[in-house]
């Protein structure tokens, strides 16, 4: 069975069981993994990432009855185990990963900028025992030079960004480590649902890089001088 007939036959099945007799589903190219839908009395259409492509029929039809419920109950759910573990999986990010990267129009995809190495500052976090290694990770420099925002991370598909505004002689290198720092704390969070992503505890984390102070001041004389 070709996937997108899986992918209409699950959401069918589900949005039957919810009171919907008319159901569209196909994959869309989206560059964040995402699910978008349109709706009316009786009839739904939905748009599913196609990272999702080759995600089995129990996992579709569990991802749509969770859609069905955050639709009639307006409350976000998590989604179902086995999709979730496979979503987390080895596999995924090893497939997925370099298609999000080519749609990542916005990254150097390399970690050697201008003047600084974000591999070299990846080593020192670990050294320092601020992070564990986790070899699925990619760490890019952007293409455009945002201040707005000097950080990134896609914590589905383990990629970290650091603004190339940062990749400047004038600004100290421990800038750069501690916006990655952040971005890495992001990533060993993992995906969440619930919680605040700068929470207590991350804030709390956040601090335990020695230079965190210097380098909130710099990023917010940088912000400053936009
Ligand atoms: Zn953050």
């Known amino acids: 069975m070709s996937s997108e007939i899986c992918l209409q036959d ?36 939905f748009q599913v990432s196609d ?8 996992m579709m039809e569990g991802l749509a009855r969770v859609l069905f419920m955050r639709i009639a109950k307006g409350k976000r759910s998590n989604y179902p185990d086995e999709l979730r ?68 991370c896609s914590v589905l598909m383990k990629v970290v960004a650091v603004s190339s505004a940062l990749d400047d002689v004038v600004v100290p290198e421990f800038v750069t480590e501690y916006v990655l720092y952040h971005e890495l704390l992001h990533l060993a969070n993992g995906l969440s649902l619930d919680g605040q992503a700068h929470d207590e505890e991350f804030r709390r984390k956040e601090r335990m890089h020695p230079r965190w102070k210097e380098a909130e001041d710099w990023l917010r004389r940088l912000s400053l001088n936009l």
């Not at 589900?14 to 009839?43: H, I, L, N």
């Not at 003047?115 to 952007?142: I, K, M």
């Open 85 to 152: 573990d496979w979503m987390t999986s080895q596999d995924f990010v090893k497939n997925k990963q370099p298609v999000y990267l080519r749609r990542s129009r916005n990254l150097s995809r390399n970690c050697k900028g201008r003047h600084y190495d974000l591999q070299d500052s990846y080593e020192r976090l670990v050294q320092a025992g601020l992070v564990e290694r986790d070899e699925e990770a990619f760490l890019s420099w952007t293409s455009r030079p945002n201040l707005r925002r000097v950080g990134y």
């Open 10 to 45: 699950a959401f069918q099945k589900a949005g039957r069981d919810f009171g919907y007799s008319s159901v569209r589903a196909e994959f869309t190219p989206f560059k964040e993994f995402k699910v978008r839908w349109q709706r009316s009395a009786g009839w739904a259409e």
């Open 51 to 58: 990272y999702l492509m080759d995600a089995d029929e129990v």
